[in-house]
């Protein structure tokens, strides 16, 4: 028997498909591509802080690219709702474990 139909790795593709897939790709790639940064980010209307991964040739341009998004067109929301608090190296990509702090204020959790 074999596997269902939306698992089949063998189902055709149509053109405009495989050209959204490319497009996305290098979409990701050009996001992707510089030094990795971890962001320290804290919600404005609520006490919750995360930790986010971002790339870029510096750090201004890992925290540009996190308020923008991979399109390039993110929405004020980002900036109105969440501020970048700490930016540190990436001394792991994988874990996104923090290096040395770069700019900000040292958080506790850090390095992880």
């Known amino acids: 028997m074999g596997l269902p139909l939306a698992q089949n790795n063998n189902t055709p593709k149509s053109k405009e498909w495989a050209q959204r897939c490319k497009v996305n790709h ?8 510089g030094k990795a940064y971890v962001l ?13 991964q971002a790339h870029g040739k510096n ?11 991979m399109h390039g067109k993110g929405g004020n929301w ?4 969440t501020k970048v608090v700490a ?5 792991n990509t994988h874990t ?17």
């Open 96 to 112: 996104s474990q923090a290096g040395s702090l770069l700019h900000g204020q040292a958080q506790d959790s850090a390095p992880w």
């Open 78 to 81: 980002v900036w109105q709702c």
């Open 26 to 33: 290098a979409r990701w790639r050009d996001h992707t591509n």
């Open 59 to 69: 750090a201004w341009q890992a925290v540009r690219r996190y308020y923008k998004g």
């Open 87 to 91: 930016v540190y190296s990436c001394a």
């Open 40 to 52: 320290y980010v804290q919600a404005r209307t609520y006490d919750h802080t995360f930790r986010v």
